[in-house]
Structure formats: structure tokens, C-alpha cells
């Protein structure tokens, strides 16, 4: 079922540049791939990989859906040749972002691994652990999202690293560059988000038989 890109298996991600999409994918959805796909493009990625997280350690258990329900979920929204659905912290038996980072960099040396998230996990990533260890261990970029850009740019995480942000013109040297390096991408915001989708399917299912 876990479909961790295997560095004994032909050493195919050596040289490479690979975005992480790390994410709850309660379900998939089409932001996830659009973020991917502009990934690609603004970066110069030759892939994204989505880490499906088995539970992401700030988030209740309940309303979480099981992994390989959300596994299947982004297997289907990737719908990209280049994007990957993985399970890898599963396999890696790391729940932590930095420790994710840590392992894949060590399996990978020869990766050119970039973090990428959301405007909303800048303006939270403060509570992560450890958090300065993801931006010391790889890049990371950023995309806008409607409602959370004024909360990420001023949150500690941009100030702490304001020095090391690039300007999103500059975005296609970030993989490979020395890290603390960001990039904000301001541009293309995508309305999707799972809490919708979660709260329009449970609109259209109705009360649950126990509040009936
Ligand atoms: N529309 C979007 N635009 C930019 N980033 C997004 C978008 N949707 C998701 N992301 C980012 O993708 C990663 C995984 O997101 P996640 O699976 O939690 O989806 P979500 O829509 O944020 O879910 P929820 O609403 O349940 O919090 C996160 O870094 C998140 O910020
Ligand atoms: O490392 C942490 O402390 C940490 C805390 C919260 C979230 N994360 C990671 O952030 C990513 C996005 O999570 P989510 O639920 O917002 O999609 C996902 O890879 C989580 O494992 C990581």
C-alpha cells in the first residue's frame, strides 16, 4: 500500500529536485494540486512528492478519516504523473515534520528536497516542534492562501527568517540553495479547502442518527 520512492530501487531521484507536500488530505482536493502543479513550475521541480500524514500531531483524532481512506484520496486528486501519493512517514515511523525531513534528507543525499505548505502552516508553524529545523534543513516555499496572507507575513516564523526570504521571481534558484531560504508565492490563491469539503458532504448527509 506505502509507495515510499525507494533509493535502492535505481538511484532515478538522484540529481532531482523534489517538492514535499506534507498534509492531513482529509480529503484531497484540487488546492493541493494546484499548489503542486505551480510548485513544478515556478521551482523547476521534477516532481512532488505528497506525504500523507498519519495523523498530524495538532489535530483532533476524531473527523480524522482512516490513513488509507486518505491515501486513496490523494492517489486521486494528484491525477499528475509527477506527483506522488505517498505514505512515507508511515513507513518512516516519524510524526513530526522535522524528524521527516531529517530521515529523507539522510536517504536522499543526492535529493534536492524543497518544504511546501500553505500560508496558513506559516502563520501556525510556530507551534510545530522544532520548527527552525525545517527551515535549516531544506527551503521552503509558501503559497497564499485566501484570508491567511496578512497572518503568515507577520507571524514569527516570517520575521524570525526575514533575512533568508527570496523574492518570488527568484523562486526557480530556491531548490539547492543554502538553507534558512523561502519564498511567499503571492500570486494564484486557490479557494479549496478540506474543512469545505468536509462540511458541504456532511450538509448534503444530514443530521447523524444519534442528533435525529
Ligand atoms: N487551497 C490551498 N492553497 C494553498 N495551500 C493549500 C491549499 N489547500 C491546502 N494547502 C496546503 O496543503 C497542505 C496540506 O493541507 P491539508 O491536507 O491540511 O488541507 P486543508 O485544506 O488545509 O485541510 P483542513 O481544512 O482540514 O485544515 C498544507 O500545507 C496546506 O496549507
Ligand atoms: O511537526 C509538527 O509538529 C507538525 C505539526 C502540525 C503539522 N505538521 C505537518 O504539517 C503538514 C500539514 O498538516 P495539515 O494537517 O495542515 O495538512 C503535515 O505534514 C503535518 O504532519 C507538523
Not at 55 to 70: D, I
Not at 177 to 200: C, G, I, N, Y
Request: net charge positive; proline share 7%.
Amino acid at each position: 500500500m506505502l509507495t515510499v520512492p525507494n533509493p535502492r530501487h535505481g538511484r532515478i531521484w538522484d540529481g532531482c529536485r523534489v517538492g514535499l507536500l506534507g498534509g492531513s488530505f482529509n480529503p484531497a482536493h484540487d488546492g493541493h494540486r494546484h499548489i503542486s502543479v505551480e510548485a513544478m513550475k515556478r521551482l523547476g521541480l521534477d516532481a512532488v512528492w505528497w506525504l500523507v500524514s498519519p495523523q498530524n500531531p495538532l489535530k483532533p483524532v476524531n473527523g480524522m478519516a482512516p490513513f488509507a481512506e486518505r491515501i486513496e484520496s490523494a492517489r486521486q486528486a494528484a491525477r499528475h504523473p509527477r506527483i506522488v501519493a505517498t505514505g512515507i512517514e508511515a513507513e518512516l515511523g516519524t510524526r513530526f515534520t522535522a524528524d521527516t525531513l531529517k530521515a529523507l534528507v539522510a536517504r536522499f543525499p543526492k535529493t534536492q528536497f524543497v518544504w511546501l505548505m500553505g500560508a496558513d502552516n506559516l502563520a501556525q508553524i510556530r507551534h510545530w516542534q522544532r520548527w527552525t529545523k525545517i527551515f535549516e534543513t531544506v527551503p521552503v516555499a509558501v503559497y497564499d492562501r485566501p484570508s491567511y496572507s496578512l497572518r503568515a507575513l507577520s507571524g514569527l516564523a516570517a520575521q524570525r527568517f526575514v533575512r533568508a526570504r527570496i523574492d518570488q521571481d527568484h523562486a526557480r534558484s530556491l531548490a539547492g540553495m543554502k538553507t534558512p531560504a523561502w519564498v511567499f508565492f503571492l500570486a494564484k490563491r486557490h479557494p479549496a479547502s478540506a474543512t469545505a469539503l468536509r462540511a458541504a458532504r456532511s450538509l448534503r448527509q444530514g443530521p447523524s442518527p444519534s442528533r435525529r
